[in-house]
């Protein structure tokens, strides 16, 4: 059996979670794909800073290197990384990739003997969430603890620091993972139980989604009447109607180029994750039904692998 809760919240008081200061911390990082190898270059940062160290593993290899420049080590093992750690931030295109490393051969939490934080930064659903913590949890006679927290601002915000992060888990749990968490982002909250932070990242999918949508139909609307579109994307961006979203992809808009920064198909996952919630709760969510069927349209037609501004070209065509 593994500690009781009283005896994890001792240890992560005992290590620095409850206030006192603590030589080194080590973390680890899994998946180092286009938003996870900047979102690990600022981890590095901060464990250079404060003295800490980080091992990162990634399934392919060859995008270690800028993260390795900033003083991170490379693991070749999952399994040893996470063994080695106090927290580990996992950020896999999906769930299903978690669970593959975590019950396939590499068996990700076999050699866990100390309290570790998972934090998964991935998009999945919440009740995915509560299900692996629990899966974790049994693995490991509770010695790992789950917590969900799911990121947005896409690579830009990776590779500045200023994520928003949302997140659902314990609060011992949240704590010890809570200055990775802000080395990432500038925006972090913990919003409640595990699951929270999922639920909070498909309802940002939702404005997200709603925004790109009618930012695409304003634009067909104008040039359909000889009204000048990047002209008109500047007038937007100085009344209400502006946004983080006309900001990023207003290049996109005008020169009608849509490479990945936030997939389209991922899109499609959230917002069903939001549809299946708001179906559970008895939620009508007519706005959120609309850009499912329009990001799902998207994705049916082969460009799901585009940036979310694709629904411009689906639009238009």
Partial sequence: MGPSSERRSLYWTVWGVGGHDVSMKTYGFIGLGAMGA????????????????LQVWNRSPGSEAAVVAKGATVSHDPAE???ACDVVVVMLPDLPQLIE?????????????????LAICSSISPPAARSYAEHAANLTGGLVEVIDAPVSGGPEGASEGTLAIMIGGPAAAVAAAWPALTSMGSTVRHLGKIGSGSLAKACNQMVVAATIIALSEASAVAES??????GL?????????A?????????????????????????VKDLGFAHAEAQRTGTTVEQAELSLATFTAAADVGLGAADISVVDHLIRR
């Fill in 81 to 83: 990384l996470v063994a």
């Fill in 38 to 53: 900047p979102m690990a270059a600022q981890l590095a940062e901060h464990c250079a800073e404060h003295g800490d160290r």
């Fill in 233 to 241: 994307l500047d007038v937007l961006a100085g009344g209400y109607a």
């Fill in 101 to 117: 490393l975590t019950d396939g051969p590499s068996q990700l939490l076999s050699g866990v003997r100390t309290p570790t934080v």
């Fill in 225 to 230: 009447a000889g009204v000048d579109v990047p």
């Fill in 243 to 267: 946004s983080r979203v006309l900001e990023v992809k207003t290049h996109n808009l005008t020169t009608r180029t849509y490479s990945p920064g936030g997939r389209a198909a991922y899109m």
